[in-house]
């Protein structure tokens, strides 16, 4: 197929977020027909074994990526990261604890107090979210403890994971596939797609099978991550494409040589940006030094009146998605899997150039 | 664009459906890009004017087809019409009068029991839902009252709706879009969008504001109709591609004459087959005459031994999709929008050839 495409800018948008190009070319090849079927593949039955073989295919590259074993269950469901905010009290407990290290978390909190006993652990609001706290205040008796292992408007990330009593819920929304992780680690972590995984549409519940058995039965069928795990998502009519996508973005991954390299790609990436950002007095990291996130890089202009014209001027040169979070303000690069070294370099070769003729 | 595509097989399966090419063709055009935006379609923010105006468009395309005023909300979910399933008693309360006509009638009300007062108002079940029951026992005080408007593995569907005392909510997943609605009719009516609206991943919800009302403000904040109306559906991220894909399914829609065209095209498809059907003794309508659906066209062969060579035949003249679902067996040809006439016509050509030869 040849395909006369305008060129792509390098959208460091926080998401729904830029996806390798040669993904798209995929896609684009089978939307017709999926392979010889004759059947485009979002037009394939959810029951039919073309589309079973890519359901089971994707959950296989997910499971090889992270290393999950059978104690594992990989569930595709929708309603974003925004659904497991109830849908994990529901399923494990009311009794959470939460770390409250920005947006998401102070909303999976609100959730979690609607349906019980949520308790802050920790939180660093006061500061405006600048850094992971890590003395917590965990309960004994809990019934999972909430973290948010990227978060995307302050740029702060978990570099290492907190030892809890109760099973360690991990809300990855935006740097899943980004790194290896320790699965022993954890007992439920959940991620919407739409910034490392997929396009929006899909969220994925990687869930330890022993905590299934919290399921009470006296939740709405959908709501059961039970009903998930028995009909191998396929309870209801999945969202095939977006899942089919999540696919294509596994195989690319693995292609990149898997989640050690993918890693080291993203420290990289981000050195970039972060070496730019220190080498001028202009630039003012949000994120505390320690905590400074491989996946969203937040800082603010030390004049305020400066930030429209770094904005104009990265957009000038097709760097397009930069402008920070309302809540916050300033700049953030969001540089998941899919951007490339080549548009964090060219980002921080303009951030030196703006700062020598600010 | 140039695109080597292998022939495209007449697919009447029940959904993920058949849509049409050209949809598929400009969805691919803009995976890469959207226009000249240098972004694709699924990679743009859900907070971008460009992503905005194409949330706007679609629904402002499902409100001229559908003729609904400002006293309708339009709602672009998730979850399926199983989440609704649910989501409806949630919301408007729990006293629900429902009239089963099917497996997803039977689901609604399963999930209608255990939130509360579920009420069966009918049900076709002793005759296998082989007709649309008329003589309902509503209740006055009921909180709602619960249809399925078109039932997909039996082949059955209203052609007159019911006077309800309480607000009418109509599971219409399977004819949405198939023929005109009069809205001042109902109170709620939802879609998952596999089947006339688009691909598997999002759920349309069309809902009287006055019932907006009900919506009790203990209820996690994803499960609230109220949450999604005031956010314009943009709460959290949104499926941005499969609501793209309805808007261009709705476009086609109007394209081909808008809601009464495509009645009159869809009764005359269905024509087609249940002539082929009443033609010959091997064929045995699962459905009662007057309730016949002009969506999905159940029957089975009087000699069921002849029904796996009834398959390989259809598929061998390029017509896939037609076992009957395993509940009740036969065959089924589901013929949404999206299923050309010519489609239909080869089908009862092909019934009539294989009738003769038997």
Redesign the interface.
């Known amino acids: ?9 390098l ?1 460091f ?7 390798p ?1 040669e993904v ?2 995929e ?2 090849e089978n ?3 999926f ?6 593949i ?5 029951r ?1 074994p073309e589309y079973g073989a890519v359901h089971a295919d994707v959950e296989d590259r997910l499971r090889r990526l992270l290393g999950m074993g059978d104690d594992w269950a990989v569930l595709f469901l ?6 497991q ?2 849908m994990v009290p529901m399923n494990l407990g009311t009794r959470g604890d939460y770390v409250v290290t920005g947006v998401w978390a102070k ?1 999976a909190l ?2 979690g107090k ?2 019980g006993d949520a308790h802050v652990a920790a939180s660093s609001a006061e500061t405006i979210f600048d850094h992971i706290p890590t003395d917590c205040d965990w309960r004994d008796d809990a019934d999972f403890a909430h973290i948010t292992s990227n978060n995307t408007i302050y740029g702060t990330q978990y570099h290492t994971f907190p030892e809890t009593p109760s099973p360690l819920v991990v809300d990855a929304s935006s740097d899943i596939l980004s790194r290896p992780l320790d699965m022993s680690r954890f007992g439920l972590i959940y991620a ?1 797609a ?1 910034k490392n995984l997929g ?4 969220t994925v519940v990687f869930i330890r099978k022993a905590l299934l058995e919290r399921t009470p039965d ?6 059961r991550y039970t009903t998930h795990h028995e009909k191998n998502s396929l ?8 899942i089919y ?1 999540v696919g294509l973005v596994a195989k690319w991954v693995e292609n990149q040589g898997g989640l050690a390299a993918m890693a080291e790609h993203n420290a990289a990436k981000a050195k970039l940006i972060y070496d730019a950002m220190d080498a001028s007095d202009l630039y003012i990291p949000h994120a505390a030094t320690t905590d400074r996130s491989h996946m969203n890089v937040s800082w603010k202009l030390a004049d305020d009146s400066l930030q429209q014209a770094f904005l104009d001027g990265a957009k000038a040169e ?1 760097m ?2 930069l402008k920070g979070h309302r809540s916050i303000g300033g700049i953030r690069a969001s540089i998941y899997n899919a951007m490339p070294a080549e548009g964090c370099k060219r980002l921080a070769e303009f951030m030196a150039d703006f700062a020598a003729r600010a």
Chains 1, 2 share one sequence.
Do not use: C
Request: glycine letters at 14%; a negative charge.
């Open positions: 197929m040849t395909m006369t495409t305008t060129a792509r800018l959208n948008g926080p998401g729904p977020a830029m996806l190009a798209w070319e896609a684009s939307l017709l027909s392979g010889d079927s004759g059947i485009g979002a037009e394939l039955s959810h039919s929708t309603g974003g990261a925004s659904s905010a109830f909303k609100a959730e609607l349906l919407g739409q396009p929006s549409g899909v006296t939740l709405p069928t959908m709501l309870y209801n009519t999945p969202p095939t494409f977006p996508m097709g397009v998605g």
